[in-house]
T-cell receptor, first 115, second 112 residues
Framework: EAGVAQSPRYKIIEKRQSVAFWCNPISGHATLYWYQQILGQGPKLLIQ????????DSQLPKDRFSAERLKGVDSTLKIQPAKLEDSAVYLC?????????????FGPGTRLTVL | QKEVEQDPGPLSVPEGAIVSLNCTYS??????FMWYRQYSRKGPELLMYTYSSGNKEDGRFTAQVDKSSKYISLFIRDSQPSDSATYLCAMSVTVAGNQFYFGTGTSLTVIP
């Protein structure tokens, strides 16, 4: 079974530029999550989707971050414009169904450096 | 106060040692308690989860939850060099969707 795919793996941009990350979850997984993991910290949940609908985006800085999951499969997370403090690893995860416990399968992440 | 507190370590032990990893939390509404392992440059992978207070064992790993003290632990017996990784505790609660909170992670090195 293929795992969660993410691209690009690494991205370096200057502040105020825009960047987009792509995630392809495990086939058949209805729930998709985006996390931000700053160096030395645990992952912080930004947004979660159930199929193509947003379940919760209360931790997403909506003035600069946006995410979509068209057709309920792939998802894109965008930052516009980027700030220095956005430097982090952005992790995508998926689970078969939604719930307080459902095993989340994580992708390798996209490491973003904002200069 | 953070929702979840975890000692970042680093922790270095000889092969075969018993390792104890711990987290405390402040939100008594947390329902599920999980431990993830994260190797360098990889995403976290689920090791164990528990729901109620008590112990849950899986091979060399034992997860322990004490809801009255808001304290969870992960014990690793007969530690191996392949256990060298960062261990993250995580907790979940259902509030307008399912919220997941991770600790900062404890870096573990098992020395052969």
């Amino acid at each position: 079974e293929a795992g969660v795919a993410q691209s690009p793996r690494y991205k370096i941009i200057e502040k105020r530029q825009s960047v987009a990350f792509w995630c392809n979850p495990i086939s058949g997984h209805a729930t998709l999550y985006w996390y931000q993991q700053i160096l030395g910290q645990g992952p912080k949940l930004l947004i979660q989707f159930q199929n193509n609908g947003v379940v919760d985006d209360s931790q997403l800085p909506k003035d600069r971050f946006s995410a979509e999951r068209l057709k309920g499969v792939d998802s894109t997370l965008k930052i516009q414009p980027a700030k220095l403090e956005d430097s982090a690893v952005y992790l995508c995860a998926s689970s078969l169904i939604q719930g307080p416990y459902n095993e989340q399968f994580f992708g390798p992440g996209t490491r973003l450096t904002v200069l | 106060q953070k929702e979840v507190e975890q000692d970042p370590g680093p922790l270095s032990v000889p092969e075969g040692a018993i390792v104890s990893l711990n987290c405390t939390y402040s939100n008594s509404a947390f329902q599920y308690f999980m431990w993830y392992r994260q190797y360098s440059r990889k995403g976290p992978e689920l090791l164990m989860y528990t729901y109620s207070s008590g112990n849950k064992e899986d091979g060399r790993f034992t997860a322990q939850v004490d809801k009255s003290s808001k304290y969870i632990s992960l014990f690793i017996r007969d530690s191996q060099p392949s256990d060298s990784a960062t261990y993250l505790c995580a907790m979940s609660v259902t509030v307008a969707g399912n919220q997941f909170y991770f600790g900062t992670g404890t870096s573990l090195t098992v020395i052969p």
